[in-house]
């Protein structure tokens, strides 16, 4: 498959084309990209808020049950207070890792035992529930809980304060670790992103590429609306280009009918021309006069079959974009032709000799372009051939074509012209005294084009020319 963002007919270039520098695409791929690397970043933030709220309240309920097991190892004897620190309390509060443990027991506002530096919490504890803050000791950054206890002392019901605090560098440890994994997320998010952005844009407009390789591929003459399903965002814009088509065919088929109507208002004078160089020929005596009137009815004969050929043109360029399909018998059609252009080959004594198989070879098409489009092959072959010669015409079947072969023993044509006789008025080096306008296998090639068939002009084995036309069978 080739890489649509890069192929020579490829949209972007297209794009780039009518000036809009394949924005589109790119402008896509930076939006999924924003979108991404935000989308990440935001991942990154939240684990990282989630993971530090986490380790704070891991080491909040550590430091809670540390302070209260704390605050049960104080025993007051009469006057006598007596803090046992139970061991619980350091091997709790290790569980977070190396960190350093600090405490403090206040007593009517006085430090009893402990860090006398530890600050406490800005409101007093009450109802034996601890309270967390932060706060600094010695220049390190702690977690604290406080909570008040109140006991029987000196013979009096008396608050006690506690307040444990740990450093933060287990949660800090803990947080970083986290935090690396979401950078690494985050980061694999956005790598992933970008091809997955790529393939999007290009899901995006692959229907836009899809529409234009269709209207591309077209032939020059194939005016048909543009037919490809599209999501609805596209609709407006195959409207607008098939409305634009539409005018063009309009415009196209008024200059074809001007162009058919001038050429026949042509011919009709014409006629007259001749019929009247014919009785002036016919009358005049002077033997330099006789040539020169020939000389001017072969002129007006040539004149009156290109307008013949120009009205033909006109015809197939008009119907070869409208689809009027339908089953042709070419066998039929064949049968009817020959039969037209049999008086033609008579006066030039040609034999046509005419094979086709017994049953019916049937083609879909529109019958008067197939017709006129064999009617030009023919008529070739019978205006190159030389006196006395045959014309074989073969109709066939293989596989699902159908093939009509046109072969002559004529003048042939040059290697060097085979490949240049489609375009109007294009005719051979061969042609000496033939008339002739040019037109027919431009008609030949049209009408191939739009009934999806093929022709070809080769040079004939022992001399001549042979033409193929091939269709699809209906
Ligand atoms: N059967 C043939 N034998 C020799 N030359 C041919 C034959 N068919 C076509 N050609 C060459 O192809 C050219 C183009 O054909 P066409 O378009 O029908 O124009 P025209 O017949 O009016 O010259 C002719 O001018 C001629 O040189
Ligand atoms: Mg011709």
Not at 254 to 268: D, G, L, M, V, Y
Not at 455 to 466: K, N, V, W
């Amino acid at each position: 498959m080739t890489d649509p963002a890069r192929g020579p007919g490829s949209l972007p270039r297209r794009l780039a084309a009518v000036g809009l520098g394949g924005s589109l695409q790119r402008k896509l791929i930076w939006q999924f990209l924003a979108a991404a690397a935000l989308a990440a970043v935001t991942l990154f933030l939240a684990i990282r808020v989630t993971a530090d709220r986490a380790a704070e309240a891991a080491q909040d309920s550590v430091l809670a049950a540390a302070t209260l097991a704390l605050s049960e190892g104080l025993l007051a004897e009469d006057d006598e207070l007596d803090l046992d620190l139970p061991p619980t309390v350091l091997s709790m509060l290790s569980a977070m890792g190396e960190d350093q443990v600090f405490y403090r027991v206040v007593l009517q506002g006085r430090t009893v035992t402990g860090y006398e530096n530890l600050a406490l919490p800005a409101a007093i504890p009450t109802g034996g529930e601890p309270v967390f803050y932060k706060t600094s000791l010695n220049g390190t950054p702690v977690r604290a809980a406080s909570l008040t206890r109140t006991i029987l002392f000196d013979g009096a019901q008396t608050d006690v304060q506690f307040a444990l605090a740990q450093t933060r560098h287990g949660q800090a440890a803990i947080a970083d670790a986290i935090a690396r994994r979401a950078g690494f997320l985050g980061i694999g998010f956005f790598v992933l992103a970008v091809p997955m952005s790529l393939l999007a844009a290009r899901a995006i407009l692959g229907p836009i590429g899809q529409v234009a390789d269709g209207v591309s591929r077209r032939g020059p003459q194939d005016l048909r609306p543009v037919a490809e399903r599209v999501p609805p965002e596209l609709a407006p814009f195959i409207a607008a280009l098939n409305g634009f088509i539409r005018r063009l065919r309009l415009a196209h088929s008024r200059t074809e009918t001007f162009i058919a109507e001038a050429a026949h208002h042509i011919r009709t004078p014409l006629s007259a021309i001749r019929a009247e160089a014919e009785v002036a020929l016919h009358e005049a005596g002077d033997d330099n006069i006789r040539t020169r009137l020939r000389r001017v009815i072969r002129s007006a004969e040539e004149c009156s079959r290109s307008a013949s050929q120009l009205m033909d043109h006109a015809l197939v360029m008009s119907r070869s974009d409208r689809e009027v399909r339908g089953p042709v018998e070419l066998g039929a059609l064949l049968d009817g032709l020959i039969a037209s252009m049999r008086p033609t080959a008579d006066l030039r004594e040609l034999s046509l000799r005419w094979r086709r198989p017994d049953e019916p070879v049937v083609v879909l098409g529109d019958r008067l372009l197939l017709e006129t489009a064999l009617r030009n092959i023919l008529d070739n072959a019978i205006k190159y051939s030389n006196p006395d010669d045959a014309i074989d015409l073969l109709l066939e079947v293989s596989g699902r074509e159908a093939s009509v072969s046109v072969l002559d023993r004529g003048r042939g044509i040059a290697k060097a012209d085979l490949a240049s006789l489609a375009p109007r008025f294009q005719r051979g080096e061969n042609v000496r005294d033939i008339v002739g306008s040019g037109l027919g296998l431009t008609m030949v090639t049209e009408v191939s084009d739009s009934h999806d068939g093929r022709f070809r002009l080769e040079p004939r084995e022992g001399g001549g020319t042979c033409a193929h036309f091939s269709l699809p069978l209906a």
